[in-house]
């Protein structure tokens, strides 16, 4: 009986390997054709995260979000960001006040500035960011709203900016002195 399902484990670990197998080689067909050029064998591409299906998943190396081969230490297309602020006070507001602010910022690098995730310090602090690259040279803003919704007194919050820079996580603040409701 142990020997029959073990016999059942494998073939089902062979059917995935060779589904895997068969997808990667589809999905770097459909790269070749998209972007014209084959991929060389035995390496990942940095530019869609494709793997090399010829290469074994336990030699392929780690990629981070952003396209870099960081075990590999090949630099992703890092670029620079300029925000024209970093902090932004709202000062006194009242106790369930939900209130917004704009992180501007511009692409001062050579390459496309990537956000790949904004993430605030509580459920509090939600905010919004462009998905879509922003070109060099161009300029977009992270909003942020803080909802004061419970809180009371001095609040500083944080949002932690994840991009194709180095460093690679930048950080806004915002602080607000909320007046508590009359209970």
């Not at 997808?23 to 064998?41: A, C, D, R, W, Y």
């Not at 299906?53 to 670029?79: E, R, W, Y």
């Amino acid at each position: 009986m142990l020997q029959k399902v073990t016999i059942a484990l494998v073939v089902v670990l062979l059917a995935a390997v060779g589904y895997l197998f068969y997808s990667n080689t589809k999905l770097q067909k459909e790269v070749e054709t998209i972007s014209g050029q084959p991929k060389s064998t035995n390496t990942i591409s940095t530019e869609s995260n494709a793997v090399d299906p010829s290469v074994s998943p336990f030699d392929q190396k780690h990629i981070d979000p952003l396209g870099a081969n960081t075990d590999a230490g090949v630099s992703p297309d890092l670029t620079t960001v300029k925000f024209e602020q970093t902090q932004f006070d709202f000062g006194r507001i009242n106790e369930g006040m939900k209130v917004k602010t704009k992180f501007a910022f511009t692409n001062t690098g050579t390459k496309p500035l990537l956000i790949a995730h904004a993430q605030g310090s509580c459920g509090c602090t939600v905010p919004e960011w462009p998905r879509e690259p922003i070109a060099p040279g161009k300029s977009a803003s992270i909003d942020v709203e803080f909802d004061s919704n419970g809180k009371k007194g001095e609040q500083l919050k944080t949002v932690t900016v994840t991009t194709n820079t180095d460093p690679k996580e930048n950080m806004l603040y915002i602080k607000a002195t909320i007046t508590p409701k009359d209970r």
